[in-house]
T-cell receptor
């Protein structure tokens, strides 16, 4: 299995809702990432988990809350989002904490719309 | 600090023509460089990566890139464009930092004319 699976593919939520994005990989990768991508822009790093511990938080607002329950699963909990948070949310994983030798494997993303 | 600059936000070529997408990097240490492709409404797929083993790197779908230290460049080429190559292409750089970051360029949209 060489995939990163993200669910749901599409999500529409109100500003008072609580929802979660899910990411799963079974490649034995020990680093997992959340990226946010606005239209016609490159991905922007949000969080990095290394060996199930949060190692990087790129000053992301607290309405985004990541969680890594185990080495295969990464969640992003969403609460009280704003319309400007509408974007494609991409999950990625890499073989080791030092990702540069290998690059990332990306999921296909969750298209989030906040209304 | 590391960064990459992609020259040209949009490149249009005819089917069968040479594809050349430009990327220049800035890094104080020997860089690791990547090219990713993104098709509409999809995630990013790794095309190829440079990790200092060889300066000419061959990737998937007939793409290749050459690392030129003197020019701080890592341009992506393909001899003959196919309609299926139409997509967004991102150059990215990552180094030895334990921060585990890959920094993406702004992207180049490749269009293929019939």
């Amino acid at each position: 299995d060489t995939e990163v699976t993200q669910t749901p593919k599409h999500l529409v939520m109100g500003m008072t809702n609580k929802k979660s994005l899910k990411c799963e990989q079974h490649m034995g990768h020990r680093a997992m990432y959340w990226y946010k991508q606005k239209a016609k822009k490159p991905p922007e790093l949000m969080f990095v988990y290394s060996y199930e511990k949060l190692s990087i938080n790129e000053s992301v607002p607290s309405r985004f809350s990541p969680e890594c329950p185990n080495s295969s699963l990464l969640n992003l909990h969403l609460h009280a989002l704003q319309p400007e948070d509408s974007a494609l949310y991409l999950c990625a994983s890499s073989q080791e904490r030092t990702v540069s030798n290998y690059g990332y494997t990306f999921g296909s993303g969750t298209r989030l719309t906040v209304v | 600090a590391q960064s990459v600059t992609q020259l040209g936000s949009h490149v249009s070529v005819s089917e069968g023509a040479l594809v050349l997408l430009r990327c220049n990097y800035s890094s104080s240490v020997p860089p690791y460089l990547f090219w990713y492709v993104q098709y509409p409404n999809q995630g990013l797929q790794l095309l190829l990566k440079y990790t200092s083993a060889a300066t000419l790197v061959k990737g998937i779908n007939g793409f290749e890139a050459e690392f030129k230290k003197s020019e701080t460049s890592f341009h992506l080429t393909k001899p003959s464009a196919h309609m299926s190559d139409a997509a967004e292409y991102f150059c990215a750089v990552g180094g030895y930092s334990s921060a585990s970051k890959i920094i993406f360029g702004s992207g180049t949209r490749l269009s293929i004319r019939p």
